[in-house]
């Protein structure tokens, strides 16, 4: 079983609620929290948990720009 969070938890005692979801009924399981870079001040306040911090992919330039464009567009709608 997998819990995948986007976005930033409100605080830590979010971020654990939502991951408890994981491990239901003696169940084992990962989570994953995928943050923007502007959202990763929150791993200061959860230092005390096991939270490994994965390299961001790199994207081929043809990707990236849709990715950009796409954000824009929804940001601007």
Do not use: C
């Not at 911090?53 to 994207?59: E, H, N, T």
């Amino acid at each position: 079983m997998s819990n995948e969070q986007v976005g930033l938890p409100a605080d830590k005692q979010q971020y654990i609620h939502r991951l408890g979801r994981t491990g239901r009924k003696g169940k084992e399981g990962k989570g994953i929290l995928l943050l923007a870079p502007w959202e990763e001040f929150f791993l200061d306040s959860a230092k005390d948990l096991p939270i490994e911090k994965a390299p961001v992919p790199s994207l081929d330039p043809d990707t990236k720009k849709k990715v950009f464009t796409w954000i824009y567009k929804g940001v601007n709608s």
